[in-house]
């Protein structure tokens, strides 16, 4: 029985096939001798054996069917590296923004304390402030007790010096209040300072890191 197509007998598989680019790669004089699934059997072979063509410029010497498989094991080579890239500067960056919400999170939980220490450092001052202030109360107002139970004559003769007394127990316990006050605020300015320097650390640890990812990916891309 004749057959009305033109057909091709593959030279690999040796299956007769009808000649058309559904089952051949065309080349200069029609059609290769080898069918397309021949063809991309050997070029995966042939790319396998062969992923050192990335430095080859040049097919001289090549036939069309040795052209069409150094084209394939090219392009597919370069697709390759391009994914290899991309998810290498995808993972570079998921690092790199890892490092900085940790960092983040770091200097925040540095925050937080130097605010509790500070609050703390607050809240004595002021129970301190408050016991010299009762304490003040108290010694006045045995002196006014005192000259409140003298006779009229003693008083004459005494309230002169107890109301020097009393001033100067209100300077005294003045002046230890704002002692108070003074070391409570500086006690402050050494938690924020500290805390200022423990975050900067924390941020300049998190650039260095960040850096050195920089630099990964570069050698990485590089042996690619």
Do not use: W
């Amino acid at each position: 029985m004749n057959c009305p197509y033109n057909v091709i007998q593959c030279k690999e598989c040796k299956k007769i096939l009808i000649a058309c680019e559904i089952n051949f790669h065309k080349n200069k004089n029609g059609f290769q001798k080898k069918c397309k699934e021949c063809v991309s059997i050997y070029q995966k072979e042939y790319y396998e054996k062969n992923k050192k063509l990335k430095g080859r410029r040049s097919t001289k010497g090549f036939d069309d069917d040795q052209k069409a498989m150094y084209s394939y094991a090219k392009n597919d080579l370069k697709q390759r590296e391009k994914k290899e890239k991309a998810t290498a500067t995808a993972n570079s960056k998921a690092l790199k923004s890892s490092i900085t919400e940790n960092a983040k999170r770091k200097k925040e939980s540095i925050s937080e304390n130097a605010k509790e220490k500070k609050q703390k450092i607050s809240e004595q001052a002021k129970a301190e402030r408050q016991a010299f202030t009762e304490e003040c109360k108290g010694k006045v107002q045995a002196l006014r007790d005192k000259l409140k139970n003298m006779s009229k004559e003693e008083k004459a003769a005494m309230k002169e010096k107890i109301n020097a007394q009393i001033a100067a127990i209100r300077e005294q316990f003045a002046s230890a209040k704002a002692d108070v006050t003074a070391d409570a605020k500086a006690s402050r300015q050494d938690v924020s300072q500290d805390a200022s320097s423990k975050k900067q650390n924390v941020s300049q640890k998190a650039s260095n890191d960040k850096k050195k990812e920089t630099a990964n990916l570069k050698a990485k891309k590089e042996q690619i």
